[in-house]
């Protein structure tokens, strides 16, 4: 049988940049092809083109053993391949049903093209509810979780009965139990002969799922691992090209001192001290503390109330009762001016949306919340900020070709590091970092380890929240477990577990 | 700056242009005029760019015009208790401020649309102003003559209105590209989320933009008056936001917000100016001349956006002309 897709020899150019360099690759009917790399690998080009985003310089796509050329997205899921973008395209005024048939409608009624409603949406409900998405299918797109909306996106690539599907990154947003849904499904279509290139930095899943793994590194074939080589290191070795050693620098740290966060020996005094926070009516009030050098994870699922915690600490996000207490200092809640003078910094979940300005410079936006460090009586000293952009880019490593790049141009790792690179000029007394290394590669990540391990041994108190539970278990002294706007427990270093966690994340209800 | 560049040439052909058709003999009196017409309207236009760099956009430009412009002369023509022109012209100003901190107010506290608060202050204010002035058409000449007479006339060949635009336009440089306030000005119209997150009390800059624009405007309000002489309730200012707005965009500020700089919006004043000085020295019919002055801009905004993509004329034309998509 021949397999369902062959890449041979395709390079892909962008001014300044050889993308790909003759990449191949093979999917079978019915196999779930993993493919990785560190951000830059060239992934996200490779998939672009196969569903015709771009056109590859050089190579030939075959299907079937016949070679194809696709010029254009319709041509690509014309001839079954679907790619789902890590950044959802839906339209957030129109209902699941809509979103899901958008473009290609069902309608009667001739030229008049009136939408045969109850036809989209009996069919989509079938699909939602083999995804387990629960929500009516006249429910409105911007109305759902971010979750939800992934799974919207996965409906329609479903609907379009696909025999290629090209994943980004799916389970970024997902919840553990929204993944698992998402993995079963996968494991049908598969049985359906369905072919799967499924991209993903979570090297967990890939090695739960994946029946190969591919990797890419800078733009060319790195190797291959069949399914009974597929592990954690033996991936990460490909893709960087050598040997990571410590992924998690906390670890080591705790290894040659025996007790994390001690080394600094002020720990008895709470650096962080909050009482009975809340921001919604529907919620209880929040208290914990957190010491001076201490790392503190916090776990739970999508919309238990982690992201809302963090932004009702830093102020973006009114609240309603509570107090928060910085060195036994209360602070004023509610103006992220004041959080910032009190020495808290947060670092987004979302960093296109909250952290950065993309349009704006690397300069811009690294000077952009310290401006008055570089400034005189409200006057910008330009070379103080250029000098200070430098400085920050130097000391985080962040990869540009300058200052004066437009952040959108860099990769995720990158723009990350410019996000730390922004606040951290100043010494942060409570530093909240919010999902820190969604959907950026191993080498970024480890140096990001690196980076909190040192603030932590420098004094910070840092608030981790991450959905990765082996971010969660590698890096924290302590874990916050959240569930339905409440903290729903507190594990001590040696009772961390991944069970331990998600049985409080979900409520504690034992199954 | 190769933006600027783009229209700054395409500044100069026009003027090129205009110097052909016309008569040497009369090449200094147009000059005057135009002179004078750009640093009246360059006021509001830098006034609407402000505001339009920090993601807003204001429609009631010209009816807070007409309305300070009648605020003004009734408080110099009151009977009972006439002000001085100077203190008229300082509670105008404060009027104009206190506009745009509503229309502020109503955008960030209240959440409604700049461009529905706006539109419905163009309402509200020319409602205002008409009955100010009851509809009657003030008789100020008297008044103001002296200072008419100043400001026609020229300094180092340069018109008066022109110098005071050019002080105002180096005031807001300064606001805007040097200071801190005018950074936070941009961070916010690029992402005011973003600009939030770093700290920055959006909500004031917001309002600060929208106070900066109806000031500009109540100053182009007395400048009305002291030019024109005359004010007819229901009529100055009209349709003036639109040119603004217009001359604004055409000097590279994005509708988007965070895009744009003082010197394009001075630049895009002029070519504003410039394109029906031009089609009258053609004879193309003075009724066809906001056809013109539309189709320009709507090029220039095109233009535009196919330099941003990287795309470039060439490339347009041949995208369209023979792409092999267009089947599908």
Redesign the interface.
């Known amino acids: 049988m021949p397999p369902l897709l062959t890449v041979t020899g395709v390079s892909k150019a962008f001014p300044g940049v050889q993308a790909l360099a003759k990449v191949n690759l093979e999917l079978a009917p019915g196999e779930i092809l993993a493919v990785v790399g560190e951000n830059g690998a060239g992934k996200s080009t490779l998939m672009k083109i196969l569903a015709g985003v771009h056109q590859p310089d050089a190579g030939t796509i075959a299907l079937d053993g016949r070679p194809v050329s696709i ?2 997205v ?2 690509a899921e014309h001839l079954g391949i679907v790619l789902i973008h890590q950044e959802l395209n839906l339209a957030g005024h129109l209902d699941v049903a809509g979103n899901i048939y958008l473009g290609r409608e069902p309608t009667w009624g001739g030229i008049l093209g009136f939408i045969d409603r109850r036809r989209i949406h009996d069919d989509s409900a079938r699909i939602t509810r083999r995804l387990g998405l629960t929500t009516d299918t006249r429910a409105l797109v911007r109305d759902l979780s971010i979750g939800q909306q992934q799974l919207v996106e996965i409906a329609r690539a479903l609907s379009l009965s696909s025999r290629v599907l090209i994943l980004d990154e799916p389970t970024s947003s997902l919840t553990e139990s929204e993944t698992e849904r998402l993995f079963a499904v996968l494991g049908e279509l598969k049985d359906d002969g369905i072919g799967i290139l499924y991209i993903s930095h979570r090297l967990k899943e890939v090695e739960k799922i994946a029946d190969r793994v591919v990797v890419l590194r800078d733009g060319r074939n790195a190797g291959e691992l069949p399914r009974a080589d597929i592990c954690h290191q033996a991936i990460v070795n490909l893709m960087v090209g050598r040997e990571l050693k410590q992924f998690f620098h906390r670890q080591r740290h705790e290894a040659s001192s025996g007790e994390p966060g001690r080394a600094t020996g002020q720990v008895d005094a709470p650096r962080v001290q909050v009482q009975g926070l809340r921001w919604s009516a529907r919620q209880p009030g929040i208290s914990f503390a957190i010491r001076a050098g201490e790392i503190v994870g916090m776990a739970g699922l999508m919309g238990s109330g982690r992201t809302e915690l963090a932004e009702t600490l ?1 102020g ?1 996000r009114r609240s309603i009762a509570g107090t928060i207490a910085i060195d036994g200092k209360p602070i004023r809640l509610g ?3 004041d ?2 003078r009190a020495g808290i910094f ?1 670092i ?1 979940e979302d960093r296109r ?8 410079n690397v300069k ?1 936006n690294i000077s ?2 310290v ?2 460090d570089v ?1 005189r009586f ?3 000293h330009f070379r103080q900020e250029a000098r200070l952009a430098q400085v920050m880019c130097d000391r985080f490593r962040v990869r540009t070709p300058g200052t004066t790049q437009i952040v959108g141009n860099l990769s995720g790792g990158n723009q990350q590091k410019v996000v730390l690179a ?1 606040w951290l000029s100043r010494t942060p007394r409570l530093l909240i970092l919010d999902e820190p290394t969604r959907g950026i590669d191993v080498g970024a990540k480890s140096e990001i380890y690196a980076l909190m391990d040192e603030l932590a041994r420098q004094g910070a108190a840092v608030l981790m929240i991450s959905s990765d539970l082996e971010e969660i278990l590698g890096m924290s002294d302590r874990v916050l477990v959240m569930h339905q706007g409440a903290v729903a427990g507190e594990l001590e270093r040696a009772a961390l577990s991944e069970e331990a966690i998600m049985h409080l994340a979900t409520g504690g209800v034992r199954t | 700056m190769k933006k600027l560049l783009g229209i700054f040439l395409f500044m100069l052909a026009l003027y090129g242009l205009i110097l052909l058709a016309l008569d040497p003999d009369s090449w200094a009196d147009n000059r005057r005029n135009l002179g004078q017409r750009i640093g009246l309207e360059g006021i509001l236009c830098l006034g609407a760019g402000l505001l339009i760099i920090a993601g807003g956009v204001d429609l009631s430009i010209g009816s807070v015009v007409g309305l300070c412009a009648c605020v003004f002369c009734k408080l110099v023509l009151n009977e009972e208790y006439p002000l001085p022109i100077p203190v008229a012209a300082v509670l105008v100003m404060m009027l104009g401020a206190l506009v745009g901190f509503v229309n502020g107010f109503l955008v960030t506290y209240f959440r409604v649309q700049a461009f529905v608060v706006t539109l419905c202050g163009l309402f509200l204010y020319r409602g205002a102003a008409r009955w100010v002035m009851d509809d009657e058409v003030p008789f100020i000449v008297t008044h103001v003559k002296p200072i008419t007479d100043f400001c026609r006339g020229s300094v180092l060949e340069i018109p008066i209105y022109l110098w005071f635009l050019l002080i105002l336009f180096a005031l807001a440089s300064v606001f805007l590209h ?4 005018g ?2 000005f ?2 916010i119209g ?2 005011e ?9 959006t909500n004031f800059y917001k309002i600060l933009a929208y106070v900066l624009c109806s000031m500009f405007a109540s100053i182009y309000a007395l400048m009305h008056v002291v030019h024109y002489n005359s004010v007819e309730p229901p009529k100055t200012g009209e349709t003036l936001e639109l040119y603004a707005i217009a001359g604004a965009v055409l000097g590279g500020c994005s509708l988007r917000g ?2 744009g700089s003082t010197l394009g919006i001075l630049i895009g004043t002029a070519i504003m100016r410039l394109l029906p000085n031009l089609t009258n020295m053609w004879e193309i019919p003075s009724t066809l001349e906001p056809t013109v002055v539309g189709g320009a801009l709507l090029l220039c905004v095109i233009f535009d956006e196919q330099m941003r993509r990287g795309v470039g004329w060439r490339a347009l034309f041949f995208r369209y002309a023979r792409s ?2 267009a089947s ?1």
């Open positions: 010029r254009g319709k041509e830093f973006v103006r992220p001016a959080a910032i947060l987004p949306i909250d952290g950065l300005i993309l349009d704006d811009h952009i919340a401006l008055q400034s409200g006057f910008v922004k | 040097l200071t801190v306030h950074r936070y941009y961070a690029s992402n989320r973003a600009a939030a997150y770093s700290g920055i009390n965070g895009e092999p998509r599908g």
